[in-house]
């Protein structure tokens, strides 16, 4: 995923950068030379973490939900929402985050919406990490396990979703995207579906899909 984002986006040594739900802050760490680089987490002690992590150093994090980015500064010429724009929900949610994202775009900006849902689906509520894992495997098979292990020990804090209750995720059919980012003064410019983490077509067959917009 990770490349993917690399691929398309674009960087220039002039450019600012916002990863929105940065994570543990690898995608951040894998860009080349920009201006600035900037990550958001959801709360102050995942930005103290981030901080603190020696190889970081230079990135600058913010603790900002989707509600509310009015304490991240200035304007990006580059922005990433990978993975966590469906966790909000519902559309007038979803509006809202996406007009806050969009608000912090510079004109010419470019903004990746990674693994959005044209489905309704369900997260699924687990145990323990090890039946996740157990059902990842019996399921999808071993590669695909495996690769929910790597993703669970590099990303700690996001993997305790799999044990909390039962979340609704909002979704939108890749045809309606225009029209809704069109309010924002965004515009697409591609959009494809995704493989999951292993390469294969499980994630498009949930009818998951990436969007690559520019701030008009």
Not at 125 to 149: C, P, T, V
Request: charged share 25%; aromatic share 8%.
């Amino acid at each position: 995923m990770i490349q993917a984002i690399l691929h398309r986006l674009d960087f220039e040594p002039r450019h600012r950068v916002l990863d929105i739900g940065c994570g543990d802050g690898s995608l951040l760490h894998e860009i080349p030379l920009v201006s600035s680089r900037v990550g958001t987490v959801l709360t102050g002690e995942e930005m103290a973490r981030l901080a603190a992590v020696p190889h970081l150093a230079g990135i600058q994090f913010y603790a900002a939900p989707f509600d509310d980015l009015t304490n991240v500064p200035g304007k990006f010429d580059r922005i990433i929402v990978n993975s966590c724009l469906p966790l909000v929900r519902t559309l007038p949610n979803a509006r809202q985050a996406l007009k806050n994202i969009a608000d912090l775009a510079a004109p010419g900006g470019k903004l990746w919406l990674g693994e959005l849902f044209a489905k309704e689906v369900d997260r699924k509520q687990y145990r323990s990490k090890f039946k996740a894992i157990r059902r990842a495997y019996r399921h999808h098979g071993l590669r695909f396990a495996l690769a929910l292990l790597r993703h669970i020990i590099r990303h700690p804090r996001r993997s305790e979703l799999f044990i909390e209750p039962r979340q609704r995720m909002w979704c939108i059919e890749a045809e309606e995207i225009p029209a809704l980012a069109a309010n924002y003064g965004l515009k697409v410019l591609e959009i494809w579906r995704c493989q999951d983490m292993t390469g294969d077509d499980f994630y498009a067959l949930q009818g998951r899909y990436s969007v690559l917009l520019s701030k008009e």
